[in-house]
T-cell receptor, first 112, second 114 residues
Framework: SQQGEEDPQALSIQEGENATMNCSYK?????LQWYRQNSGRGLVHLIL?????REKHSGRLRVTLDTSKKSSSLLITASRAADTASYFC????????????FGSGTRLQVQP | DVKVTQSSRYLVKRTGEKVFLECVQD?????MFWYRQDPGLGLRLIYF???????EKGDIPEGYSVSREKKERFSLILESASTNQTSMYLC?????????????FGEGSRLTVL
């Protein structure tokens, strides 16, 4: 399995603004997943994008994937204070170890 | 909804004690995982299991062992707890075949070793 690297490490915005987080990875993937973690809690799966997809939407979330650059981005539109959390990407290879590997995430703070 | 339940949210143990962290899932998932999470280090994989009585080492297995006697239950064991094992421990599960590999996590167990 391979680890995604999230960027930036921390992001602070005002309510109503958009938040963009980026993820880079090293080798080819089958899919890439984004997870959210509220402080002191477990991770929750947000959205998955397959290697043959370029963009995917789910509510206020928009994920893009550029396999040629080995990168993905997560956009949260019209952010709310409740979006304050850490966000992790997890690239999943088609072969190799079954476990996902996670980086340190992006800590998003949305100021009310 | 999938539910992954970790037995204790908070534990305080003493150095040298044997510690059991229990995890139960109710979705008949084949795969189960134990991670630890430390500030600045992200989540690190300790052990995982893809079937009953099967286990594989993750990236940081030293000082830990696991047990999977039933499909729904995956236990993490610290044979002799040390202060450097103070951490947040996260259990997760997933399907094996024909699925995307999405992980379902428990709420975490925060262990403090004194």
């Amino acid at each position: 399995s391979q680890q995604g690297e999230e960027d930036p490490q921390a992001l602070s915005i005002q309510e109503g603004e958009n938040a963009t987080m980026n993820c880079s990875y090293k080798t080819s993937i089958n899919n890439l997943q984004w997870y959210r973690q509220n402080s002191g809690r477990g991770l929750v799966h947000l959205i998955l994008i397959r290697s043959n997809e370029r963009e995917k939407h789910s509510g206020r979330l928009r994920v893009t994937l550029d396999t040629s650059k080995k990168s993905s981005s997560l956009l949260i539109t019209a952010s709310r204070a409740a979006d304050t959390a850490s966000y992790f990407c997890a690239p999943r290879s088609g072969t190799g170890r079954r476990a996902l590997t996670f980086g340190s995430g992006t800590r998003l703070q949305v100021q009310p | 909804d999938v539910k992954v339940t970790q037995s204790s949210r908070y534990l305080v143990k003493r150095t040298g004690e044997k510690v059991f962290l229990e995890c139960v899932q109710d979705m008949d998932h084949e795969n189960m995982f134990w991670y630890r999470q430390d500030p600045g280090l992200g989540l690190r994989l300790i052990y995982f299991s893809y079937d009953v009585k099967m286990k594989e080492k993750g990236d940081i297995p030293e000082g830990y062992s696991v047990s999977r006697e039933k499909k729904e239950r995956f236990s993490l064991i610290l044979e002799s707890a040390s202060t450097n094992q103070t951490s947040m421990y996260l259990c997760a599960s997933s399907f094996f075949r024909g699925h995307s590999g999405e992980l379902f996590f428990g709420e975490g167990s925060r262990l403090t070793v004194l």
